[in-house]
């Protein structure tokens, strides 16, 4: 699950603080995780900061895939530690019973991996869709320039 956490200023800009993700446990039970955000900034320190305080920063990262797996981190912009997110969360697991006895699952049947496997797809393509998006976005400004 990727997290993102956005602050409003007084003037109404929008800024994303940081970004981080979480791998969802299959265990039942009660879990409490700290998350470490992190934020893109560009190479170039005065810009950055000066994009940042007056527009509220750009969107470097285009995949959040980056979060999950850190090899795929570009070399184009440095990632700044910017704080905590705490996450606490529930796990139910529903087993079938006779006579007061848990059923054992069957093998090939993880409902629970297929369900993260297609929340993970959903969530692969809205990403595409939101760099879609920006591109598009992107291009429009880039033309009324």
Not at 41 to 51: Q, T
Not at 86 to 97: E, F, G, L, N, P
């Amino acid at each position: 699950m990727f997290f993102e956490a956005i602050s409003t200023d007084w003037w109404g800009r929008h800024r994303t603080e940081g970004y981080c993700y979480l791998p969802l446990l299959l265990s039942s039970g009660y879990n409490t995780k700290r998350l470490s955000c992190i934020r893109p900034e560009e190479k170039n320190k005065v810009e950055a900061d000066s994009r940042r305080f007056f527009v509220g920063g750009c969107h470097l990262i285009k995949d959040l895939e980056v979060l999950s797996k850190p090899q795929l981190q570009s070399a184009d912009f440095t990632y700044t530690g910017t704080g905590y997110i705490d996450v606490r969360w529930s796990t139910i697991k529903q087993a079938h019973t006779i006579g007061g006895q848990d059923l054992p699952a069957p093998a090939d049947s993880s409902s629970a991996s297929a369900l993260l496997q297609g929340a993970e797809a959903v969530l692969r393509q809205y990403s595409q869709a939101r760099a879609k998006l920006a591109a598009a976005t992107k291009d429009l400004a880039e033309g009324d320039g």
